[in-house]
């Protein structure tokens, strides 16, 4: 069984970082693409970064760009975000999806919650 | 970026009915077309990619369709399971963008 388990999200000041970790199991992690996906309060989804299978490629949109840096630990099955200069419009429910024709798998999610 | 346009933005129906959300993209994307089911409380889980291709465990009740701009998901004889959130999601090259949602309530 495919599973995805996220972590590290929480309550971080404007200007603060964080990272957030996605444990993978129930497949071969290395051979896929990863993704982090959000979902805004208002439940808008938002694509933020993906990493190709072997962490030689990442892709950002620019409203994340030069702000969160994505990577990943293949002998450790663990997918990472790096998230610094944080905006209040940051805040969101972040999930890590496996990438093949669309998110395929999902994650539970972690709050990541923005605000003095 | 290309822009995802879902409708209606809520929909009431009862179980047994058949109900369509429609989807239409900016410019031409093909078949790359997701549809994603989001239940009260859970992650979004993947119903059809490639515009008409179910994943894997999805009832045959569910059916995608459209190419090019204009795509369409149809829920044939609702069932109380379906109730809840959908989106429309291209993934014909980056950035990958999202329809606003589709709410799917019991009437």
């Known amino acids: 069984e495919v599973m995805l388990v996220e972590s590290g999200g929480g309550l971080v000041k404007p200007g603060g970082s964080l990272k957030l970790s996605c444990a993978a199991s129930?497949?071969?992690?290395?051979?896929?693409?990863m993704s982090w996906v959000r979902q805004t309060p208002e439940k808008r989804l938002e694509w933020v970064a993906t990493?190709?299978?072997?962490?030689?490629?990442?892709y950002y949109p620019d409203s994340v760009k030069g702000r969160f840096t994505i990577s990943r630990d293949n002998a450790k099955n663990t997918l990472y975000l790096q998230m610094s200069s944080l905006r209040s419009e940051d805040t969101a429910m972040y999930y890590c999806?496996?990438?093949?024709?669309?998110?395929?798998?999902w994650g539970q999610g972690t709050l990541v919650t923005v605000s003095a | 970026d290309i822009q995802m346009t879902q409708s209606p933005a809520s929909l009431s129906a009862s179980v047994g009915e058949t109900v369509t959300i429609t989807c239409r993209a900016s410019?031409?994307?093909?078949?790359?077309l997701a549809w994603y089911q989001q239940k009260q409380g859970k992650s979004p889980q993947l119903l059809v990619y490639?515009?008409?291709t179910l994943a894997e465990g999805v009832p045959s009740r569910f059916s995608g369709s459209g190419s090019g701009t204009q795509f369409s998901l149809k829920i044939n004889s609702l069932q109380p399971e379906d109730f809840g959130s959908y989106y429309c999601?291209?993934?014909?090259?980056?950035?990958?963008?999202f329809g606003a949602g589709t709410k799917l309530e019991l009437k």
């Open positions: 999806a496996r990438v093949v024709d669309g998110f395929a798998y």
């Open positions: 129930g497949f071969t992690f290395s051979s896929y693409a």
């Open positions: 990493i190709s299978s072997g962490g030689s490629y990442t």
């Open positions: 410019e031409n994307i093909y078949s790359y």
């Open positions: 490639n515009a008409k």
């Open positions: 999601q291209h993934h014909y090259g980056t950035p990958p963008t």
